[in-house]
């Protein structure tokens, strides 16, 4: 699993968004202009997660324009980035501060690294442990393979 801080996740959306966009942003900016999400505060505090994937998160500013970036577009970029990969992310917004908010970010990027192998597969790669004499690796395939053929 790899965990990404607010600016991994900031660094990671701009380079997203300029080849998305073919223009780079200038800047990625946190909002603290929640209408619709303002029956989610709490104590102050705003936590967004992928359940949230229309709220708005951060202002996109390009040269002549302010593009919104919503939740479910963050995940987006964080996928095309984390190919193949489970992203749980998650936004907090501070507004203890007053007009001062302050806004992090962390995302949860898991893989699934164990594949499922057929009989077939595992038969394969017993035949292969054989060959390279591995007695450790050549028990385990065993073992899988009694639990497949049962």
């Not at 997660?49 to 479910?72: G, I, S």
Request: hydrophobic share 45%; proline share 2%; aromatic share 12%.
């Amino acid at each position: 699993m790899i965990r990404l801080e607010t600016k991994d996740i900031v660094s990671i959306a701009k380079k997203q968004i300029a080849n998305i966009f073919k223009m780079e942003p200038l800047e990625l900016r946190f909002v603290n202009d929640f209408q619709g999400e303002k029956n989610l505060l709490n104590d102050d505090k705003l936590h967004l997660t992928n359940r949230h994937y229309w709220a708005k998160v951060m202002d996109c500013v390009f040269e002549n324009q302010v593009r919104p970036v919503l939740m479910c577009e963050v995940l987006y970029f964080l996928r095309n980035e984390f190919l193949e990969s489970e992203i749980d992310l998650k936004f907090s917004f501070d507004f203890s501060q007053g007009s001062n908010v302050e806004a992090a970010a962390v995302a949860e990027v898991s893989f699934n690294d164990k594949p499922e192998l057929g009989k077939n597969e595992i038969a394969e790669l017993i035949d292969f442990a054989l060959a390279l004499q591995d007695r450790q690796w050549f028990e385990e395939l065993s073992q899988k393979y009694k639990e497949l053929s049962a």
